[in-house]
């Protein structure tokens, strides 16, 4: 932990000098996940020549060296220069809410830097809830851990959301989600179309919103340079939504992603096994949205 608490005292000329190293090793030394990334980008745009997936997976490369130093940083960085590097258009969209007493959800996704829209959030008198899926090793969901309640969010494993919820059903704030991960259990995921395939998704989102009478709002973060991005939140669904049929909420939210991948569709994670499933491997799928 002390090596990385140096690391985020470095300089950002520093730390790009070091990703772009990193670019480096995992692009032509490595070949991280080479043939993950190149199905998921053949697959998701086929009418793109093969140079043009290979420009999108240079650049998800840079992108993805990028997050790793930047996420590093979180640790060592200030309010103002937070807020220097990453502009959310419309926060008073939700903290209005949230002075309202409403609880808000909002739905992310792992595109450009979720690590720093999460910890910006905060910056804006946002109180947030940063839902995780558990990792395996146990030192990186200890790092993990360490940068991302580094401005005080609240960091809640996934699998103890519900206890945490019924805990704190009083206090208004953001309940942060990445929605575009593959579900552990994709018997119960909701499984629609999404970039040219079959995907599951975890059905969480809709559930809570139904249940409880939240709004949701997906959260869109786009880079405009190097180190600097904008952050903008994007109205889902609000309540009443007893005429609104069941799916809608998690369709929307597919909608929305998917632009934001085809506008900027080196900055998203590409290497992540995201259709490993199937919905025919499975003899039931059983999805509860209510």
């Known amino acids: 932990m002390i090596f990385f608490r140096f690391l985020s005292r470095l300089p950002f000329g520093v730390l790009y000098g070091i990703s772009d190293v990193l670019y480096f090793l995992m692009r032509y030394v490595i070949r991280y996940r080479r043939q993950v990334i190149l199905a998921n980008l053949r697959l998701s745009f086929p009418e793109k020549s093969d140079r043009s997936i290979q420009q999108i997976a240079n650049g998800f490369y840079h992108n993805l060296a990028d997050i790793i130093v930047e996420t590093i940083k979180i640790p060592a960085l200030s309010v103002d220069e937070m ?4 502009r959310i258009t419309n926060a008073d969209i939700v903290r209005s809410r949230l002075q309202a007493g409403q609880i808000v959800i909002g739905m992310g996704s792992h595109q450009g830097n979720w690590e720093w829209f999460a910890q910006a959030i905060q910056t804006h008198n946002i109180p947030i809830d940063i839902v995780y899926k558990p990792l395996t090793s146990a030192f990186s969901g200890k790092l993990l851990f360490y940068i991302r309640s580094h401005f005080g969010g609240n960091v809640v494993s996934m699998h103890n959301l519900p206890r945490h919820m019924a805990a704190n059903r009083h206090n208004p704030r953001l309940i942060a989600l990445g929605s575009d991960q593959v579900p552990d259990v994709p ?5 629609t179309d999404f970039l040219h395939r079959d995907s599951p998704f975890y059905p969480g989102s809709e559930r809570l919103a139904r249940r409880q009478k939240l709004p949701v709002f997906y959260m869109e973060i786009v880079r405009i340079q190097r180190g600097y991005y904008e952050a903008t ?5 609000e309540p009443p939504y007893d005429d609104l049929p069941l799916g809608t909420i998690m369709e929307r939210y597919r909608d929305l992603i998917e632009n934001t991948i085809r506008e900027n569709p080196s900055d998203w994670l590409w290497s992540h096994k995201r259709w490993k499933h199937w919905r025919g491997k499975y003899a039931k799928i059983e999805v509860k949205l209510k």
């Open 233 to 237: 939140f994007k109205l889902v669904a």
């Open 83 to 86: 807020n220097r590097r990453i």
């Open 187 to 191: 018997e119960q995921a909701f499984w």
